[in-house]
């Protein structure tokens, strides 16, 4: 119960002082408009307050004066009646509102006005947060917009319920081959969404295989026109990803050649077939020419063509096409290392910029190579003037623990939004990039592969829900720091004792660096067991196919990216980064070995060499999985069995994984270097 609740607990507020403030505010509740969106929204706060307060507000359908809470769009309401000029929302975006309280004739009153009836939603979510988080509703006054235009999740679900790289149960979307009629869940999930801000989501995995690319097809539209219903109400619009062999598989053509004239009227009638069902459908996802899925390259023809085809079908209806960047060969010969996949994606996409439509957006993965604990970010961003871009980060912990291991990603998220791409000079941030200010981008925005399945406490990890909350509302506001939204999140979910806070808080912001000391060191990635990808294995993609090497031998290790001895790839980057990457003495320790191959012996910034980093890191980051383990025992008696229960034998296997980690890299590396530990610890 608690556990499923995530972060909307709406537990009774016990305060009486608080309480009977907030009841003043909360006996009647006037809505102007009729909307799915503002039914929703009144639904939330009913449902809110209920909960909270106990109370069942009168509701009028209609400005009433006489109301406590009055919410609207801001066209609707009588603004001046308010004292409000409604210039004020010119300064609001379309999803943006107002909540305020002002004295309407002696009497507090609370306003939450929309510039849309997304924005009331928006608003109504915002106020019950302040409740769950017993701020006074006096004197409010917030003028809020989103920051980023397209706030999405990609569920990474197979039709036959699986879920790739999902590891907290089942698709709550599918069963047995067919789109779930159960949708209580799918409805809770858009609650919770909408309750952090997503507006977009794309309901099946990138990875379309025979069963899923009939998605698009009279056998399922009506049931996936039924989950756009229920995400609708919620603000959140629907996409699907599409097989680009489509035309051939489901269409009975010959070809799916994007500049060929039959599969360009396919792809026109798919669309209008589509949007038949789903007016407002969002569009496609979609993965082509990368890890065998097809794609325009086997026609000889580019990106752009692929993706136009698609977007010129889309363009009438307003739909659009979400292109990945994720191409890179996943075949490559590993005896010849003369390509390097991390130059993949812009190598490919940069000679494209400026001939995409304008209803494409190119989706980057955050950095070059898949979602590892540490990469530098994607040169792609910053590079591409004239095309539409999307950050892609992944919720899911692929590489990150897997939801057994604590891994609080915000404090990742946050790096990369603020690194400085220097594209346009000092001062041009990924912020700039993704929210499409730097570039006056039509579309712009962030995505990211969700992490949640039918697991009761919906991602396995109770502590992982963190990562979902803070990833809406990260991307809602980037400015909002690591620290806030931690503890936001433990308030809203467990409540406001404060020393529970303060050790929820330390485990949570400590997590990632744990994380890092005890597997892959200073940025080489990978290390992990093939296929799964959880637990080390030191050299379990060295001698393979995905492009994804660490060079270690007796002498040294690491990739050498650099411009003169190198692969080139910091050539990549716009100076002063290039540089910055480019040169051993200027590049940070925490990227040293992606971009450079040095010897065991040579001397970081901090003063260790690289071997004694390696064992400090490895020791040290199962001390700290040790000390996650006394940190939660302390919490015993403050959170509820189920909830209490669920992290502490997470941790144990964290532990585990850590010790594994552990024993694996330093055994490993002590016998390539020959090279003992300083402190002389156990390594065999
Ligand atoms: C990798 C995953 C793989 C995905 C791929 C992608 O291991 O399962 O299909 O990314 O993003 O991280 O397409």
């Given at each position: 119960?608690?556990?499923?609740?995530?972060?909307?607990?709406?537990?009774?507020?016990?305060?009486r002082?608080?309480?009977?403030?907030?009841?003043?505010?909360?006996?009647?509740?006037?809505?102007?408009?009729?909307?799915?969106?503002?039914?929703?929204?009144?639904?939330?706060?009913?449902?809110?307050?209920?909960?909270?307060?106990?109370?069942?507000?009168?509701?009028?359908?209609?400005?009433?004066?006489?109301?406590?809470i009055?919410?609207?769009?801001?066209?609707?309401?009588?603004?001046?009646?308010?004292?409000?000029?409604?210039?004020?929302?010119?300064?609001i975006?379309?999803?943006?509102?107002?909540?305020?309280?002002?004295?309407?004739?002696?009497k507090?009153?609370?306003?939450?006005?929309?510039?849309s009836?997304?924005?009331?939603l928006?608003?109504?979510?915002?106020?019950?947060?302040?409740?769950?988080?017993?701020?006074?509703?006096?004197?409010?006054?917030f003028?809020?917009?989103?920051?980023?235009?397209?706030?999405?999740?990609?569920?990474?679900?197979?039709?036959?319920?699986?879920?790739?790289?999902?590891?907290?149960?089942?698709?709550?979307?599918?069963?047995?081959?067919?789109?779930?009629?159960?949708?209580?869940?799918?409805?809770?999930?858009?609650?919770?969404?909408?309750?952090?801000?997503?507006?977009?989501?794309?309901?099946?995995?990138?990875?379309?295989?025979k069963?899923?690319?009939?998605l698009?097809t009279?056998?399922?539209?009506a049931?996936v026109?039924?989950?756009?219903?229920?995400?609708?109400?919620?603000?959140?619009?629907?996409f699907?990803?599409?097989?680009?062999a489509?035309?051939?598989?489901?269409?009975?053509?010959s070809?799916?050649?994007?500049?060929?004239?039959?599969?360009?009227?396919?792809?026109?009638?798919?669309?209008?077939?589509?949007?038949?069902?789903?007016?407002d459908?969002?569009?496609?996802?979609?993965?082509?020419?990368?890890?065998?899925?097809?794609?325009?390259?086997?026609?000889?023809?580019?990106?752009?063509?692929?993706?136009?085809?698609?977007?010129q079908?889309?363009?009438?209806?307003?739909g659009?096409?979400?292109w990945?960047c994720?191409?890179?060969?996943?075949?490559?010969?590993?005896?010849d290392?003369?390509?390097?996949?991390?130059?993949a994606?812009?190598?490919?996409?940069?000679?494209?910029?400026?001939?995409?439509l304008?209803?494409?957006?190119?989706?980057?993965?955050?950095?070059?190579?898949?979602?590892?604990?540490?990469?530098?970010?994607?040169?792609?961003?910053?590079?591409?003037?004239?095309?539409?871009?999307?950050?892609?980060?992944?919720?899911?912990?692929?590489?990150?623990?897997?939801?057994?291991?604590l891994?609080?990603?915000?404090?990742?998220?946050?790096?990369?939004?603020?690194?400085?791409?220097?594209?346009?000079?000092?001062?041009?941030?990924?912020?700039?990039?993704?929210d499409?200010?730097?570039y006056?981008a039509?579309?712009?925005?962030?995505?990211?592969?969700?992490?949640?399945?039918?697991?009761?406490?919906?991602?396995?990890?109770?502590?992982?829900?963190?990562?979902?909350?803070?990833?809406?509302?990260?991307?809602?506001n980037?400015?909002?720091?690591?620290?806030?939204?931690?503890?936001?999140?433990?308030?809203?979910?467990f409540?406001?004792?404060?020393?529970?806070?303060?050790?929820?808080?330390?485990?949570?912001?400590?997590?990632?660096?744990?994380?890092?000391?005890?597997?892959?060191?200073?940025?080489?990635g990978?290390m992990?067991?093939?296929?799964?990808?959880?637990?080390?294995?030191?050299?379990?993609?060295?001698y393979?196919?995905?492009?994804?090497?660490?060079?270690?031998?007796?002498?040294?290790i690491g990739?050498?990216?650099?411009?003169?001895?190198?692969?080139?790839?910091?050539g990549?980057?716009?100076s002063?980064?290039?540089?910055m990457?480019n040169?051993?003495?200027?590049?940070?320790?925490?990227?040293?070995?992606?971009?450079?191959?040095?010897?065991?012996?040579?001397?970081?910034?901090?003063?260790?060499?690289?071997?004694?980093?390696?064992y400090?890191?490895?020791?040290?980051?199962?001390?700290?999985?040790?000390?996650?383990?006394?940190?939660?025992?302390?919490?015993?008696?403050?959170?509820d069995?189920?909830?209490?229960?669920?992290?502490?034998?997470?941790?144990?296997?964290?532990?585990?994984?850590?010790?594994?980690?552990?024993?694996?890299?330093?055994?490993?590396?002590?016998?390539?270097?020959?090279?003992?530990?300083?402190?002389?610890?156990?390594?065999?």
């Open positions: 119960e608690k556990s499923y609740a995530c972060w909307l607990q709406y537990d009774r507020i016990n305060d002082n608080l309480c009977e403030d907030y009841r003043k505010f909360c006996q009647e509740v006037a809505v102007k408009g009729e909307s799915v969106i503002l039914h929703s929204a009144l639904k939330e706060l009913k449902n809110g307050l209920r909960s909270m307060l106990d109370i069942e507000p009168i509701i009028y359908k209609d400005e009433a004066m006489e109301a406590s009055i919410m609207g769009t801001y066209e609707q309401l009588h603004l001046q009646e308010y004292g409000l000029d409604s210039q004020l929302f010119q300064k975006n379309e999803e943006g509102y107002l909540i305020k309280t002002i004295k309407k004739k002696e507090e009153t609370l306003l939450l006005i929309g510039k009836d997304k924005g009331v928006y608003a109504v979510h915002h106020l019950l947060r302040l409740l769950q988080l017993r701020e006074s509703l006096n004197q409010l006054e003028i809020e917009s989103p920051k980023n235009q397209i706030r999405m999740l990609n569920q990474w679900d197979n039709i036959d319920a699986s879920v790739e790289r999902g590891y907290s149960g089942q698709s709550i979307f599918y069963d047995h081959n067919k789109i779930t009629q159960n949708h209580k869940r799918i409805r809770d999930y858009a609650r919770l969404l909408s309750s952090v801000g997503i507006n977009a989501i794309s309901i099946n995995n990138v990875n379309v295989w069963v899923e690319t009939k698009i009279h056998e399922f539209l049931d026109a039924k989950i756009a219903d229920i995400f609708r109400a919620y603000g959140i619009k629907t699907l990803s599409i097989n680009f489509s035309p051939i598989e489901i269409g009975g053509l070809t799916a050649d994007p500049l060929d004239n039959e599969v360009k009227k396919w792809w026109k009638n798919k669309a209008g077939e589509i949007f038949g069902y789903i007016p459908f969002g569009g496609f996802v979609v993965k082509a020419d990368s890890e065998h899925r097809p794609g325009p390259f086997s026609y000889g023809r580019d990106h752009a063509d692929g993706a136009n085809v698609l977007a079908a889309l363009k009438p209806f307003g659009i096409v979400i990945r994720f191409v890179y060969n996943c075949l490559q010969d590993w005896r290392r003369s390509t390097d996949r991390a130059r994606a812009y190598d490919h996409f940069k000679p494209l910029d400026g001939q995409f304008d209803n494409v957006i190119l989706q980057v993965k955050n950095g070059p190579m898949d979602f590892q604990v540490r990469e530098p970010v994607s040169p792609l961003f910053g590079a591409l003037e004239k095309t539409n871009q999307m950050m892609e980060f992944q919720v899911a912990q692929e590489y990150t623990g897997q939801q057994k291991d891994c609080f990603l915000v404090p990742l998220w946050k790096e990369v939004l603020e690194f400085d791409t220097y594209a346009h000079g000092q001062g041009s941030a990924i912020k700039k990039i993704v499409g200010s730097l006056n039509k579309f712009s925005g962030i995505c990211a592969v969700s992490n949640i399945g039918d697991d009761a406490n919906w991602t396995g990890h109770t502590l992982a829900q963190a990562n979902l909350y803070g990833y809406g509302r990260l991307i809602w980037p400015e909002l720091t690591s620290e806030e939204l931690a503890e936001e999140w433990i308030r809203v979910t409540g406001h004792d404060s020393f529970l806070i303060e050790q929820i808080k330390q485990m949570l912001l400590d997590s990632w660096s744990i994380y890092e000391n005890y597997t892959a060191p200073l940025g080489v990978w992990v067991n093939p296929h799964h990808h959880y637990g080390p294995s030191i050299d379990g993609y060295e393979s196919v995905w492009g994804t090497y660490h060079f270690a031998d007796r002498d040294g990739v050498d990216r650099t411009l003169e001895t190198g692969t080139g790839y910091a990549q980057y716009f002063p980064n290039k540089e990457y040169a051993l003495e200027s590049c940070p320790d925490e990227l040293l070995l992606f971009f450079h191959h040095v010897p065991y012996t040579h001397r970081l910034k901090s003063g260790k060499t690289v071997i004694q980093h390696i400090d890191t490895h020791f040290k980051g199962v001390a700290q999985v040790e000390g996650l383990i006394e940190k939660w025992s302390q919490l015993q008696g403050k959170i069995e189920e909830r209490f229960t669920n992290v502490s034998n997470r941790l144990q296997l964290q532990l585990k994984n850590a010790k594994e980690w552990r024993d694996q890299v330093n055994t490993y590396f002590y016998r390539k270097s020959g090279i003992a530990d300083e402190e002389n610890r156990a390594i065999y």
